[in-house]
Every structure is written in structure tokens, then in C-alpha cells.
């Protein structure tokens, strides 16, 4: 399995920034850890993909988030980061970071308990 521990999460004005971050670490059946991301969840809503990364460094960003947000990844330490600058009150959800482990022969899908994110205006 793969676990997941995240943390940075918390209360901050709208315009500032926060950094998440997300440790994965894979036992048992796991080979390696392939794109890992953020998802968030807001009040009332689905929940939806903030960002992702590969393995390789390539991401890919939600629309609203693009240019104020920035994943980045430490293969060596299966870490991911997520700068969050310039925070609107509308980021204000719960994030979770999600991460796929590789069996060797398929994939299996694995979240975090979530950190809060609350931006005031």
C-alpha cells in the first residue's frame, strides 16, 4: 500500500500563500509511485483536480489555479509540494493529495486524510 501524509495546510488573508506538502511512502505490494497530485474539495461541491505530476516532472494544473500555483516533486524522497500564492477566498476547501502505486501489474489509487485550507477575505 501506499501511505500518505500531508500537512501545510491552514488559515491565511486572501493574497498570501501557503505550501502543502505530501509524503508517500509504499510497503507490501507496491513497486513505485507514479503521478501523484492534489485534489480539493469545497463545501458543497465535488471534489476536483488541483494539480498533478509525474514521475518524469510533468504537471498539469486546474484552469483557476494555473499561474498562482505551483506542484513540484522530490522522486527521491516521494515527496510533492504545492506552493499556493496569491490565495483567493474561493480556494478555500479541503485538499487531498492522491498518489497511484504501481503492482507491476496494474495501478492502484490511494488519497490522503486531507489538510484545510481557509482563506479569508
Known amino acids: 500500500q501506499v501511505r500518505l501524509v500531508e500537512s501545510g495546510g491552514g488559515l491565511v488573508q486572501a493574497g498570501g500563500s501557503l505550501r502543502l506538502s505530501c509524503a508517500a511512502s509504499a510497503s507490501g505490494i507496491i513497486d513505485s509511485i507514479g503521478i501523484m497530485g492534489w485534489y480539493r474539495q469545497a463545501l458543497g461541491k465535488e471534489r476536483e483536480l488541483v494539480a498533478s505530476i509525474s514521475s518524469g516532472g510533468t504537471s498539469r494544473y486546474e484552469d483557476s489555479v494555473r499561474g498562482r500555483f505551483t506542484i513540484s516533486r522530490d522522486n527521491a524522497k516521494n515527496t510533492i509540494y504545492l506552493q499556493m500564492n496569491s490565495l483567493k477566498s474561493e480556494d478555500t476547501a479541503d485538499y487531498f493529495c492522491?498518489?497511484?502505486?504501481?503492482?507491476?501489474?496494474?495501478?492502484?489509487?490511494?488519497w490522503g486524510q486531507g489538510t484545510q485550507v481557509t482563506v479569508s477575505s
Open positions: 492522491n498518489a497511484r502505486g504501481w503492482t507491476g501489474r496494474l495501478w492502484i489509487e490511494y
